[in-house]
C-alpha cells in the first residue's frame, strides 16, 4: 500500500525556518512535489523534483527561500523554508507520481498534510 507521510510542520516566527519531511512507503515514484493550501484558498503549487535526475522547479513565491530534496535510501523528501513569512502560513502537502509539472494533477498521491503557521 502507497503512503505518504508528511511531518515537521509547527508554529515559527517570520523571518525563521523549519524542515518538512515526507516519507513515502510501498514504492518509488519518478517525481514527488509539495503543494499548500491557505484557508479560503485553493491548494498551489510550492515545490517539485524528480527523483532520478534531482531537478527541481520552484513557485517565484518560494524561490531562493525554500529548497526541496531527497534521501534516497530513507525515500524520503525535505521542504527546508527558510526566511518564513506569514503569507506561507498553510496546510503543506507531499504529493508523488510520475508525471512532473505544477498541477494536481500531475500527482497520483497524497499525503494527509501538515500545518505550517508563521507569525508576524
Known amino acids: 500500500q502507497v503512503q505518504l507521510v508528511e511531518s515537521g510542520g509547527g508554529l515559527v516566527q517570520a523571518g525563521g525556518s523549519l524542515k518538512l519531511s515526507c516519507a513515502a512507503s510501498?514504492?518509488?515514484?519518478?517525481?514527488y512535489a509539495w503543494f499548500r493550501q491557505a484557508p479560503g484558498k485553493e491548494r498551489e503549487f510550492v515545490a517539485a523534483l524528480n527523483w532520478s535526475g534531482g531537478f527541481a522547479d520552484y513557485a517565484d513565491s518560494v524561490k531562493s527561500r525554500f529548497t526541496i530534496s531527497r534521501d534516497i535510501a530513507k525515500n524520503t523528501v525535505y521542504l527546508q523554508m527558510n526566511s518564513l513569512k506569514p503569507e506561507d502560513t498553510a496546510v503543506y502537502y507531499c504529493?508523488?507520481?510520475?508525471?512532473?509539472?505544477?498541477?494536481?494533477?500531475?500527482?497520483?498521491?497524497w499525503g494527509q498534510g501538515t500545518q505550517v503557521t508563521v507569525s508576524s
Open positions: 510501498g514504492r518509488t515514484f519518478s517525481n
Open positions: 504529493a508523488a507520481g510520475t508525471h512532473f509539472g505544477r498541477r494536481t494533477y500531475n500527482y497520483d498521491y
